[in-house]
């Protein structure tokens, strides 16, 4: 079993609209979580950053952790044709020290 | 923001050749960076941790003599694919760990990658 699974995709959907991206874990000592948007040929860029449990709002992009459930999430409301991209979660411990478990990305596409 | 470039941005060489990627912290101090690999539409995987001044740590599986870490100042860590092969072609990323972050989370940049192609 991977860390981190993530639905690779495609998504596809309408400017405006509510993106739901999300990932499983199976590590409970992951106590960090992070987000990172990755254009085509480019390198990731961080997004959102999660400690622990719970919700965190930025701008358009909303981040969710429920620990119980090891499951993350990230929404994007009113999305834009610039969100399209690839979204990558991201999660590490304090015991794991550097390293980051990566998802596998999930490609977006909102179409104008 | 802090700035992590990696240079070059793309590279086209022959079967047997040896290549050089550069990553640097352009605005900030970097005791730790990371290489990573990313193949089509799949995951960034950890290849090895770079800590300036020490032997690069590398994942289970990647091969040391052929994937060559140096990490010789606090800004510059670099990655050589020696005797490349048409299966190496990829895109390699670094990213950097801020000397002051605290936490392993946002004190980690990405650098924009390098793409190799292997001919």
């Known amino acids: 079993q991977k860390e981190v699974e993530q639905d690779p995709g495609p998504l596809s959907v309408p400017e405006g609209a509510i993106v739901s991206l999300n990932c499983t874990y199976s590590?409970?000592?992951?106590?960090?979580f992070m987000w990172y948007r990755q254009y085509s040929r480019k390198g990731p860029e961080l997004l959102m950053y999660?400690?622990?449990?719970g919700n965190k709002e930025d701008g358009r992009f909303t981040a969710q952790v429920d620990k119980s459930s090891k499951y993350i999430s990230l929404f994007i409301r009113d999305s834009q044709p610039s969100d399209s991209a690839t979204y990558l979660c991201a999660m590490s411990s304090s015991s794991s020290g550097n390293q980051f478990y990566f998802g596998t990305g999930t490609s977006l596409t909102v179409i104008p | 923001g802090a700035v992590v470039s990696q240079h070059p941005s793309w590279v086209i060489c022959k079967s047997g050749t040896s290549v050089k990627i550069e990553c640097r912290s352009l605005d900030f101090q970097a005791t730790t960076m990371f290489w990573y690999r990313q193949f089509p539409k799949q995951s960034l995987m950890l290849m090895a941790t770079s800590n300036e001044g020490s032997k690069a740590t590398y994942e289970q599986g990647v091969e040391k003599d052929k994937f060559l870490i140096n990490h010789a100042s606090l800004t510059l860590s670099t990655l050589t694919v020696t005797s490349a092969h048409p299966e190496d072609s990829s895109f390699y990323i670094c990213?950097?760990?801020?000397?002051?972050?605290?936490?392993?989370?946002?004190?980690?940049?990405f650098g924009p990658g390098t793409r190799l192609t292997v001919l």
């Open positions: 999660t400690y622990s449990s």
């Open positions: 590590n409970s000592a992951f106590q960090y």
């Open positions: 990213s950097a760990r801020d000397l002051m972050g605290q936490g392993p989370s946002s004190e980690q940049f």
